[in-house]
């Protein structure tokens, strides 16, 4: 439990939370510290019998030139023409930080099935990208058909897990403020009768 005073200035910034892409991201990004915080909050999601089915690992550094050569190598394998792989290969560069998210979902648990799992990595994720914009930083999940690229998943993947893609993390140019496409509370919360 928390405060009411403190928990409402919580919930507002949350309710201000809005996914900010690459293209609107600069220098800085967060910190090892900082991406600790942001574990840690993802650690908050509800977890039935505290599987842990998620990973994140950061690509920052040196580390953005060999994603680069990497979603380059994916856009070839998919027959896109040089100038798409560089403009893949961009997507790896442009934002300061990213991190991977990978599932590691046990089909074969005896008492959590599969899609409870998958609920805790989408709350994992969304409390991640919640800590980020908490801290000051802009963030946005992002995916594409290479997330299936055998190389790609070769290289991020361990045996059974499954690669949801990237947060592409840095300080925000701009921030943004909806309004969202998306449905409202009316939709979202109805009786059940
Ligand atoms: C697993 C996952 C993968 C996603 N992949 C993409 C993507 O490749 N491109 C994209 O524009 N949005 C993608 N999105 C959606 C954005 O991250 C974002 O949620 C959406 O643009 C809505 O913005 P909002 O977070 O401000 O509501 C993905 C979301 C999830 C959960």
């Known amino acids: 439990m928390t405060d009411k005073a403190s928990g409402q200035a919580a919930l507002q910034a949350l309710l201000s939370r809005y996914s900010v892409g690459p293209k609107h991201l600069q220098e800085p990004g967060p910190g090892r510290d900082e991406l600790?915080?942001?574990a840690q909050a993802a650690l908050r999601a509800p977890d039935h019998g505290e599987l842990l089915p998620f990973r994140f690992k950061i690509v920052q550094g040196a580390a953005r030139e060999r994603m680069a050569q990497l979603f380059a190598a994916a856009a070839r394998a998919a027959g896109k023409d040089e100038a798409a792989a560089a403009l893949d290969a961009e997507r790896a560069l442009r934002p300061p930080?990213?991190?991977?998210?990978?599932?590691?979902i046990d089909l074969g648990h005896p008492q959590v099935p599969a899609h409870e799992q998958w609920a805790c990595v989408g709350g994992a994720l969304s409390n991640f990208l919640t800590a980020a914009h908490l801290l000051g930083y802009g963030g946005k999940m992002l995916s594409g058909a290479k997330v299936r690229d055998p190389g790609i998943q070769a290289a991020f993947c361990d045996p059974g897990e499954t690669l949801l893609g990237w947060i592409a993390l840095g300080t925000p140019l701009r921030r943004p403020a909806g309004p969202s496409r998306k449905g409202g509370v009316d939709q979202a919360l109805q009786d059940w009768a």
């Open 97 to 104: 930080v990213s991190v991977a998210v990978l599932a590691r």
């Open 36 to 38: 600790a915080l942001m």
